[in-house]
């Protein structure tokens, strides 16, 4: 994946100043970045905080929200090539505490487990806390609906899949992570460990107050949020979706494990892949905390996926026009409408 700087240059000067007016304030940073036919032709990286001696704003790192999920779901995909699980295992093959025997890892993955939201009492766990946050859960959860009947986005649940990964592996999410993935892209800004680059984080701005959220700073690793990461380095990731499971000349994931992340696999009830949410013509999300069906550009074909997340990030793949691309602020307002994504877009899709 090369970047072409003559279009990287044309674009900014083209579109920069439109681009910038669409992020919606408030704001201090963000990276919006497109890779098409395996070049990256847009790559914009924006930092008011940044100064002579401090962090470029290339290396900026952002913290995505729930685009977490497509990494972490990837991650669990990686180990059916291995044979040592599958989509439809009961999750409580590997967690004995889990009370559901009909609930599968694919329900978890596609927020399909008939889940009684109102029945889960948890937050975020502090640095410490993971094992007490999992107890709860376990201990908590109960269902309302007919598993796989109902789309019902739970962010908590979709944490359980890191317990599994964890179990299953006998590794870290994070060691995990850099050995498939991080390490054999060149993700070298890509981290779970968000305490070890605080420093070089712009945390997400309150929409109303403009305050940061620098406590995510002491939050565990949950795998449902909390990825600390660049646009570009999600480029990468996109490319090698894209390329089948390749990265130039490196094999980081089966061909059948890249195609999975792109094909719809809830009998197109729901619009879903396995880590991914997919463009449809109508709202097949349901009304959930997550915008996801107005965050596609116009110009997406209708293989596009992607992901948003809480703290104004952005991030697909279109294999029809073999591009992906990211769109990582750290304006949380951003999130509250999908449309702010699809205005900007509707730009990087006609470049």
């Known amino acids: 994946m090369q970047k072409n700087e003559t279009l990287c240059q044309y674009h900014q000067e083209r579109y920069g100043t439109l681009l910038h007016r669409l992020v919606q304030e408030p704001f201090n940073c963000y990276q919006i970045a497109m890779v098409k036919h395996g070049e990256i032709i847009l790559k914009l990286n924006y930092d008011a905080s940044a100064t002579e001696g401090t962090t470029p704003p290339e290396d900026r790192r952002l913290l995505v929200g729930s685009v977490t999920k497509a990494i972490t779901g990837a991650l669990l995909l990686k180990l ?167 990265f130039g000349d490196k094999r980081v994931f089966a061909e059948q494990t890249a195609a999975l992340m792109l094909q719809e696999i809830t009998g197109d009830r729901f619009g879903r892949t396995p880590n991914f949410w997919i463009k449809t013509a109508s709202d097949k999300h349901g009304t959930t905390n997550a915008d996801f069906h107005r965050c596609y550009s116009d110009f997406h074909s209708p293989r596009t996926v992607g992901h948003n997340g809480f703290t104004g990030c952005w991030f697909f793949i279109d294999p029809a026009a073999e591009t992906a691309g990211a769109i990582l602020t750290n304006s949380k307002k951003m999130n509250q409408d999908g449309r702010n994504y699809k205005r900007i877009g509707n730009i990087m899709m006609t470049l």
């Open 80 to 246: 059916l090539e291995t044979g040592e699980v599958t989509l439809y295992d009961s999750v409580s093959r590997f967690i004995p505490e889990w009370k559901h025997e009909e609930i599968t890892l694919l329900h978890l993955m596609t927020h399909t487990g008939g889940f009684d939201d109102s029945s889960l009492s948890v937050t975020w766990p502090d640095r410490g806390a993971r094992s007490a946050y999992y107890d709860a859960i376990y201990a908590q959860l109960r269902t309302k609906d007919t598993p796989g009947q109902v789309n019902r986005y739970n962010t908590h649940t979709f944490a359980v899949l890191t317990d599994v990964l964890e179990r299953v592996t006998g590794q870290p999410l994070e060691e995990f992570a850099q050995e498939q993935l991080f390490q054999p892209l060149g993700m070298e800004r890509t981290t779970y460990l968000v305490h070890t680059v605080s420093d070089r984080i712009a945390y997400p701005l309150d929409a109303t107050t403009g305050h940061p959220a620098v406590e995510l700073s002491g939050k565990d690793i949950t795998g449902d949020t909390g990825l600390c990461t660049t646009a570009e380095d999600l480029l990468r990731f996109g490319q090698m979706v894209l390329e089948g499971g390749s």
